[in-house]
């Protein structure tokens, strides 16, 4: 694709206002990718049309939930502000109670988004149900991190409500008003044969099946295991989530890796709270994921706890603030990763990479400010193939979602 002086034009006078061209490592890797989707129950005596209104409102504040992908060079990309770039579906309603509902038959009802030239970013699907209403989010990666969305998500619940909200940081918002999609210059949203190879190999891959199981664990579990590490070696002062991540490792990466000599555990690193210029309420993607290369012998060798040790060694590395002012800086559209830094980031490979994340504050509405008694979070995804998605039901019980293209 090559720009004419009107395109470009058009590109520098709206940029910062209404377009915010996409970081490097956005560009390289959401395109064509997976969306992080929700799926979550309200049961409270609310009607469809306030729940409706309220997330409206809260679009209209967290405005980059409301734009589209547009093509402004050859495999660079940018998000427009729109005024139709959520999509807003409510379904008809369903005779029957959230502990009845199959998740499964509902997960298939979502609007589910994709992450290409002219499609909406965000889709909210709302259904009734007899005790309350259940609500699925898919969300693009190349709007904002699980992070970014959990701070959405408190905001609707806020607002809701009818209480305060946080206003989310300035530092990446749009500055100028939407315009309406249909008006947009079609040489900025191409169709998926006109872009790379790359990102239409990666719209192909989305179609894999994938298989998941579910394991839950006590705190008795980690307690045993942490007082086991002590014993093993004093220095093993390790978390939770790194002794979970180990034993999952050791336990199932003959199934989700089958076929590879080699895995790369990579874990995602937040960096609001780390590098002082990003706001703590920054909507976009301030992660970076730190990974730690095993070969399949070293698993199957090594306990749980040199394992878990090898992974917080790196975490502490990634969290390092000197490193991360060497790899990223924050520009007037927002967080950027300097362009060297990707030939030396490794991209997710499907044949070697599992992705660990620990959202157990994520699924947990009183950690969010929330009461309780709003609802509960039924499911939520993860946007790769091969991945441990670490939660927290109500009762404390921390469980993982195993997801892999080859069955268990």
């Not at 093993?232 to 890796?257: D, P, V």
Request: aromatic letters at 12%.
């Amino acid at each position: 694709m090559k720009n004419n002086k009107k395109h470009i034009a058009y590109l520098e006078e709206n940029y910062g206002k209404n377009i915010l061209p996409l970081s490097i490592v956005e560009n390289d890797r959401f395109p064509g990718g997976e969306p992080v989707e929700i799926l979550f129950f309200y049961k409270k005596d609310t009607s469809v049309m306030k729940l409706k209104e309220s997330l409206l409102k809260t679009i209209e504040h967290y405005n980059l939930f409301s734009s589209r992908l547009i093509m402004i060079d050859s495999n660079k990309f940018a998000l427009q502000y729109c005024i139709d770039g959520a999509v807003i579906n409510v379904l008809p309603s369903i005779n029957s109670t959230s502990n009845n509902i199959n998740i499964e038959d509902v997960k298939k009802m979502m609007v589910h988004v994709k992450t290409l030239p002219s499609e909406p970013l965000f889709a909210v699907t709302g259904i009734p149900i007899k005790d309350g209403v259940l609500g699925g989010i898919s969300c693009s990666h190349t709007v904002a991190d699980g992070i970014s969305l959990m701070l959405f998500l408190f905001s609707w619940g806020r607002i809701i409500e009818g209480k305060d909200f946080p206003l989310p940081s300035k530092q990446r918002l749009f500055k100028g008003s939407p315009v309406s999609f249909d008006k947009i210059d079609k040489a900025f949203i191409p169709p998926l044969s006109e872009l790379s190879d790359k990102i239409q190999n990666r719209v192909k891959s989305d179609n894999i099946k994938t298989y998941t199981r579910r394991e839950y664990f006590s705190d008795e579990f980690f307690n045993e295991h942490k007082n086991k590490a002590k014993l093993e070696n004093a220095k093993y002062i390790i978390s939770n989530n790194q002794i979970l991540t180990s034993y999952l490792l050791k336990k199932y990466h003959n199934y989700i890796m089958p076929y590879s000599d080699r895995i790369r555990l990579k874990i995602p690193v937040n960096f609001r709270g780390i590098r002082p210029d990003i706001d703590s309420s920054y909507i976009g993607n301030v992660v970076i994921d730190s990974f730690t290369e095993f070969t399949k012998d070293e698993i199957d060798e090594m306990s749980i706890y040199q394992i878990a040790y090898r992974l917080k060694e790196s975490l502490l590395n990634t969290r390092n603030e000197n490193y991360i002012k060497e790899i990223t800086y924050l520009s007037k559209y927002g967080m950027e990763f300097k362009s060297e830094m990707i030939k030396n980031y490794p991209s997710y490979n499907v044949d070697t990479d599992i992705v660990s994340s620990n959202l157990t504050h994520f699924n947990n509405l009183e950690s969010l400010g929330l009461s309780s008694d709003i609802g509960s979070i039924e499911h939520m995804s993860s946007t790769v193939q091969t991945s441990f998605i670490i939660l927290k039901e109500k009762s404390g019980t921390i469980f993982v979602e195993i997801k892999s293209r080859y069955q268990f």
